[in-house]
Structures are given as structure tokens and as C-alpha cells.
């Protein structure tokens, strides 16, 4: 997972990450391969503490009919994540069916959760054991974000699929990372302005 970058600036926005590709056309790689992996990204991600984890990979082993089934829907989750943020991103309407399957996950994961004594109070899915437990914290931010916004500030990278939350000040943030793509983009116009200069 240390290969996973979490640029999202929400847990829900860095879920649809899990799936990798370019800005346009088909993934071309998924962190999520199985129930293993997606409690291991929810430790990585910090929705998930190791004993947490522990316990969700005895119980997997335990059933592997539920686990298998909560891996599919955790991957329905992401497809509707990713129609609904992608659309908001582009300036489109994200459609009801994926908002309603929503709203049903959320419904669920507070049925499952607990308010604990913070400042201000916060959910929390410590005594949730159920094979659905990384599942949660995700929807849960989904709808903190949709509900609370910045929702204009939804932005996909301009040279991978990756979306993000521009948090930057003046909203300028092109890409999911410095590091990554903007530095990939800055030396392809290195290249291509070299090569221009050496036509003429």
C-alpha cells in the first residue's frame, strides 16, 4: 500500500482512487483485488486501526461467502463514488440511482455506528465487527462532502484519473500531485519546447 497516494483530501475521494488509469478512456490498474487488500487500504487510509484489521481478516477467513460479498459491494460503492464525484467535478448532475444507493449506504453505516464524546462529537464504528466495516467511514465522508461541500472545488487531475478536493487558495490545483503528474507534465513541456527550439 505505501505505492497508494492519498490525494484526495477525503476519505471517500481517495477510495475512488483506488483505481488507476489515465484522465480519459478505462482504468488500467485497481488497488482492490480482493477483501485483503481493501482492509489493508483502510488501515493505510486510516479508517481502519491494526486490530480492526486483525479482526476483520479472521473473520474473512471464517467466511469468505460474506467477505466476497462485501468486497463486491465495496466495489459498487466506488463505481457509484466515482460517477457521482467525476460528475461533479465535470460540472454535471450526478444521476438519482447512484445519490439513492447512497443515501441507503449511509442509512446503513450510522445504523451500524456510534457517537462518541469529542469537541464536537463524532460517529464511530469501533464495536461494528461485520465484514462491511471498512465500508462506513467511506460513505460516511461521501455524504459529509456532498452535504457540507466545498462541492466546486471537486477537481480531477489533469494527467490521471486521480480526483481530488482543491484545497489550495485561490484554486488553482491542476494536479493530484506535484510530485506525479505535475512534475510528468512540467518535463513534457520541456521536451516538446526543446524539440521546437531545435526544428527552427
Known sequence: METVRLVGGNLAVDFVNTRTGPPAG????????GYAELVAWGVYAGALTEPEAA???????DDPDGARTAFTRARDIRDDLDEIFRSLAGGGEPRPAALARLRDGESDALGHARLERGSPFTWSWRDDHTLDRPLRPVV???????????LDRIKGCGGCSFLFVDESKNRSRRWCSMEDCGTSEKIRRYVAARRSRSAR
Open 26 to 33: 478505462p482504468p488500467d490498474g485497481d488497488v482492490l483485488t
Open 140 to 150: 460516511h465522508a461521501a455524504v459529509g462532502l456532498l452535504t457540507a461541500g466545498p
Open 55 to 61: 479482526r476483520l481478516r479472521r473473520r474473512s477467513r
